[in-house]
């Protein structure tokens, strides 16, 4: 098996989820006491929120670069960044090592596809709902993605960043994230991309009357899959 290189810390708690679910797919696969061989380089997530809000994306592209520079030099065969918005800067990241880097759009796009959907609602942070770096890349994947009205991307990113980010589960956001689930199947939504990592804490296949895309699930699966086959 290569090694899977991970840039994590954003945030920890859906970085600790990658972790696991590396180890429980790679264990499924080979059997026995097999786990994954992975490094993980873990940024301070406050600096790189910072970066985000004051729209210092170059210098968050650098910040991530340079992280995957220190897990090819570790030994890291692919690189994941485990978080979806900072795929924002995922050209740069690619662009400084020489090994492959597996986007999580990507890996998204390709299980929605194999499912059979093609419309499909997503929820992330405001970045990741409003920008094109994200939606462009489904779009292009031949999804049609629906997102939120106003109201609804600002209570989804709210959640994510003051109570998702720091561990905290709230029943009381589930609830409010079902409601703009409906409300986008409602708009036809045949399926929801669970569009940050975060998410997963919170949402699961029973909370949605459509199906979910979880989106940290189906890139640790990608990366396994990718790792066992040599890269």
Known sequence: MKTIGLIGGMSWESTAEYYRLLNEFTRDRLGGLHSARCVIYSVDFAEIEQLQVQGRWTEAGEALAGAAQSLEAAGADLVLICTNTMHKVADVVAAAVSVPLLHLADATAKAV??????????????????????RGRLEVAGLDVRVPHAEGRGLVHRVIYEELCVGIVRDDSRVAYQKVIDELVAEGAEGVILGCTEI????????????????????????????????
Do not use: C, K, N, W
């Open 200 to 231: 997963e804490l919170l949402i699961r296949p029973e909370d949605s009357p459509v199906p979910i895309f979880p989106t940290a699930r189906l890139h640790a699966e990608a990366a396994v899959d990718q790792a066992l086959r040599g890269v």
């Open 113 to 134: 596809r194999a499912s059979g959907l093609r419309r499909v609602g997503l929820l992330g942070t405001a970045f990741t709902m409003e920008q094109d770096f994200y």
